[in-house]
């Protein structure tokens, strides 16, 4: 089935090492996302890409870094984790037309 | 104030009770309309998507758009435990547009 995978589903890291998580979909859709969603809130939006085009949230942190080396892979770089950057993180793409397909999610925990 | 607001409950009820979810938004401009599904420690998965005002039917779910009102809602009828999850609304001014997310509201149907 087309779909959209996370790797890993959980990641555990310690507080200021460097952590990479993965995303890659069948899909051949041309825009990817990644959120952040902590619990109870709602996924909050950290960039997009369109195509090779890199799409940066003004309030996302410079910690967080992102590379999309071909549509189907994309990765979410955070430099420098700290406690607060324990979340769910989600990666979906989409076209221009219909709503969003997501990932099933990396649950990034700090320690 | 939060672009869209969304009741984060818990809201408990009895299997195959309707289930009322609703979402209140502030931008005028929004004119895709979507409800998330999301099952805990997974993605959200789209259940409907709506564009503009009136009302879409897909077996037990109902989802309508009162634009004047700027609220949305989605309707679960005979709702089954197979239906307890969270669920998110979201909505987008264009085709191409972000996203915005509701809190989303947590599901509970008891057997």
């Known amino acids: 089935d087309a779909m959209v995978i996370q790797n890993p589903r959980y990641q555990v890291t310690q507080f200021g090492k460097p952590v990479t998580l993965s995303c890659s979909q069948t899909?051949?859709?041309?825009?990817m996302y990644w959120y952040q969603q902590k619990s109870s809130q709602a996924p909050k939006l950290l960039f997009h890409?369109?195509?090779?085009?890199?799409?940066n949230e003004a309030d996302t942190p410079d910690n967080f870094q992102s590379r999309r080396p071909n549509t189907s892979f994309c990765f979410l770089d955070i430099r420098s984790p700290g406690l607060g950057d324990a979340a769910m993180y989600l990666c979906?793409?989409?076209?221009?037309?219909?709503?969003?397909?997501f990932g099933s999610g990396t649950r990034l925990t700090v320690v | 104030q939060k672009e869209v607001e969304q009741d984060p409950g818990p809201l408990s009820v009895p299997e195959g009770a309707i289930v009322s979810l609703n979402c209140t938004y502030s931008?005028?401009?929004?004119?895709?309309f979507m409800w998330y599904r999301q099952y805990s420690r997974k993605g959200p998965e789209l259940l409907m998507y709506t564009y503009s005002s009136g009302n879409k039917e897909d077996g037990r779910f109902t989802a309508q758009v009162d634009k004047s009102s700027k609220y949305i809602s989605l309707f679960i009828r005979d709702s089954q435990p197979s239906d307890s999850a969270t669920y998110l609304c979201a909505m987008r001014e264009n085709q191409g547009g972000k996203l915005i997310f509701g809190q989303g509201t947590e599901l509970s149907v008891k057997p």
């Open positions: 979906a793409t989409s076209t221009t037309d219909r709503g969003y397909t």
């Open positions: 899909l051949n859709h041309n825009v």
């Open positions: 931008n005028s401009a929004f004119q895709y």
């Open positions: 890409y369109y195509d090779k085009d890199f799409n």
